[in-house]
DNA sequence: CAGGGCCATTAGAAAACCTAATGGCCTGAC
DNA sequence: GTCAGGCCATTAGGTTTTCTAATGGCCCTG
């Protein structure tokens, strides 16, 4: 029986998957030494060499690539036993304490809870609706279990993983002139008059850079962090805004709202899950996210159809 | 990601197989108490109870039975993975020559071979057994693709690393009147009558040298580099022989040539592989030399238990 | 009630792991 | 042709993990 650590093989797979010692190193927070000791020992007890070293790189070899495969079935599968093993340990009890923004709560977090509530009708939710800055003490302050907020450097007493990769797109109303669903380039739009999240918002600095980066040109500027009104505003008047695309999935082909991809270049929001560092996610919370993760890539899915759609409409006309 | 060692996740396995922690051990060259800590810290890891604590012995919880088929899946996928590896790198073509001393011939070489041979049909093999001089003579012309000699200061032309160390052994036939497996301290033994390697030898150096240091009588002494002579020689007078472990494995239990670990202190023989510096070892070449490394440690593992198990029947006496 | 068997825990030695440092090789820029 | 930069291989030594020995607690059986 060949006897390879489970650390050995994950190092294996990052160098496959990172074609170099260097970034898997970086990868996996270990050093390049240490990594390239983890691959000659697999090596060593293959009796098989894995990786072709070229000049400035690795190259796996048609062995490497193989047992490269099937480390990853494994190690998905021990994965997958873990995941099994928890959700068979029986019923889910306890209370949940989530904190949303606005960005969240309009149209990812109502399909969530469809699903979430029955599948665990022993957890008790309390979910807070807040902006980021006011979510990141709350769970600093051990108010929330957890909260999904915009990516940030971090924070001593945090931690944080991406969760939500997310488009950016152009929001407006009927009088600001745009086609619904087409691709935007807004350094080609004349002036913009723009609501803007105030400045302690990540978003609202990248935002910024964005605008300065590509000559975006701003008319006028309104800071406004309060998502109901902005969207009322934006509706009825020729200013426009920059929202994720999961707050506006549900405006496709209503009307009421017109909303644009922003492309060349495109702008992504990313958002991440805070907590506690002193704290392990309970079985519900991380059971939600993987809902609220799985429903932010369902609505990504039908953003793409939607936009997939209206290239094909203009290619007929 | 849930980051359970291999070795744990082993041990479970072995303990749903088992129904027992202490069977469990027994199985896995472990203790109770190892087998005891590994299952721990997978439950504690997956926040969830594997077994079932009884009076007498361990049941696995239904999440226990599950995550048990998922790891015995997951490890067979390795296995494979590793057979797999093993059987692509198959494809490797060209000639091999190398030069190999009577130390290896005789135990070690024929399971590489067992092993290499069919994983590398396409690989034309050249041995040349030989002496350390003449191997290494044969790689400074490039008659040989690199060479396993004892451990020297190195020469121009030549590059080398370790490749064994080893432990080396009094070798002895019934005559002689030493116990099998039993460890001795040759400085308590009586004068020896011993067969040693020529001067050209570095292990004769070095045995010289420990013989000095550590007041070993020797009442005669006789230079002899024929291997098989030496050994079938020792095996019918009362002469002793030291040679290293990896070359008298196949003696243990046998009674024809008796075999003794030297210790207090215990005696190593270490020995290099030597290429041309100009050389680079090719893929054949680094894969033999892994099976080798791969085949003395097994050597190494079985001296360990036979040695081991010796010192276990004492304390039974 | 005592002894035997089995699991849990602790302590400490041994082994493995990891990083820092360095060397060797290759490539590209000057 | 030389030098700097990037990358992998190797070594050495400190740190962490693993493993065993010893022991305690619990349960069952005689």
Known sequence: MTNIPLRQIRAVIAVCEEGSFTRAAERENATQS???????????????????????????????LRYYKRCVEAVGTLEHAAEEARSLAGK??????????????????APVLDDFVPRCPEVRLHIVEGYSGALTDMVLDDELDFAV????????????RLLVRDREMLISGPRAGFTPLATV?????????????????????????YFQSHGVEVEAMLEMDAMIA?????????????????????????GELIVNPIAEPELHAEFVVIQPT??????????????FEAEVAHIHEVWDAAIAGTKKSKLRA
Chains 1, 2 share one sequence.
Not at 237 to 253: E, F, K, R, Y
């Open 278 to 291: 002193r704290r392990t996610l309970s079985t519900q919370a991380r059971m939600f996210l993987a809902r």
């Open 34 to 64: 240490g990594i390239s000791q983890h691959v000659a020992a697999v090596e060593r007890t293959l009796g098989v060499q894995l990786f072709e070293r070229l000049a400035g790189s690795v190259k796996p070899t048609p062995a490497g």
């Open 185 to 209: 380039r807004l350094s080609e739009c004349k002036p913009l008059k723009i609501v803007v999240p105030g400045p302690d918002n990540i978003r609202r600095r990248n935002l910024d850079t």
């Open 149 to 160: 907020v915009p990516a940030f450097e971090g924070t001593i007493g945090l931690k944080s």
């Open 92 to 109: 889910v009890v306890g209370e949940l304490r989530i904190g949303l923004m606005p960005t969240f709560t309009r149209a990812v977090l």
């Open 230 to 254: 902005t969207l009322e505003f934006v509706g009825r008047s020729d200013w426009v805004t920059v929202l994720p695309s999961v707050i506006s999935v549900n405006d496709i082909g209503r």
